[in-house]
């Protein structure tokens, strides 16, 4: 079974990046990334990038990801912040630490295309 599957399927994602979204857009180091920005739209594609990387049916069709975050200059300390923040999602609608580390895994390759500061 995978992540997708264990963690509840679309309404489990739909519900970690709605409370992702919330965490992310009140963190001091990250809110300014998202003003101005239009939330639905990236709620989406966050949608469709998690589960299609945690081994759900969707795919995901947005831009590449470092054309997306190179102009944002990202640091470390910030794509840690965003892991932390999508892991405490996660812990909050009861995944359990083992899977969220899968998942947290999952995504951990990202760090490469996503810092550049």
Do not use: C, W
Request: charged share 15%; hydrophobic share 45%.
């Amino acid at each position: 079974m995978s992540s997708y599957d264990t963690i509840g399927g679309a309404k489990a994602v739909e519900a970690a990046v709605d409370d992702f979204y919330v965490r992310i857009t009140a963190d001091p180091q990250l809110a300014p990334f998202f003003a101005g920005k239009d939330i639905p739209s990236l709620k989406a594609h966050q949608r469709a990038f998690i589960s299609a990387a945690i081994g759900g049916p969707e795919t995901y069709s947005g831009r590449v990801i470092p054309t997306i975050h190179a102009p944002l200059k990202i640091n470390n300390a910030q794509f840690d912040a965003v892991v932390n923040h999508l892991l405490a999602a996660l812990s909050g609608l009861g995944v359990s630490a083992p899977t969220a580390g899968d998942i947290g895994a999952a995504l951990a390759p990202l760090r490469s295309e996503i810092v550049t500061a």
